[in-house]
């Protein structure tokens, strides 16, 4: 079993920026998490969760158009960890984030529990 764990949520002011960390732990090494997909994902009240952006072990990354140009994904594989560098951030971004990594073969698909993120204007 995987275990992830998101941190560095918060209250921010319109503007301001913040950076969100991934950790896998468990039933993992530096060796097969570059395995994994990690993508970050997102959730405001009443609305569907969405990917904000993803990251593959070899470091190609992918954005939602919405934080194109503001948002930053990176990992370290060393550190099982993936980050979420947030700048610009606006009161849309107000969500609570979560971590996912996803192994193809085998299948594994694992959640965080999710970080919230409060933008005030």
């Known amino acids: 079993q995987v275990q992830l764990v998101e941190s560095g949520g918060g209250l921010v002011q319109s503007g301001g920026s913040l950076r969100l960390s991934c950790v896998a732990s468990?039933?993992?090494?530096?060796?097969?998490?570059?395995?994994?997909?990690v993508g970050w994902y997102r959730q405001a009240p009443g609305k569907e969760r969405e990917l904000v952006a993803g990251?593959?072990?070899?470091?190609?990354?992918n954005y939602a158009d919405s934080v194109k140009g503001r948002f930053t994904i990176s990992r370290d594989n060393a550190k099982n960890t993936v980050y979420l560098q947030m700048n610009s951030l606006h009161s849309e971004d107000t969500a609570v984030y979560y971590c996912?990594?996803?192994?193809?073969?085998?299948?594994?698909?694992?959640w965080g529990q999710g970080t919230q993120v409060t933008v005030s204007s």
């Open positions: 996912r990594a996803i192994r193809v073969t085998p299948r594994y698909d694992y």
């Open positions: 468990g039933s993992i090494d530096s060796a097969n998490y570059v395995g994994y997909y």
């Open positions: 990251i593959t072990g070899g470091g190609t990354t």
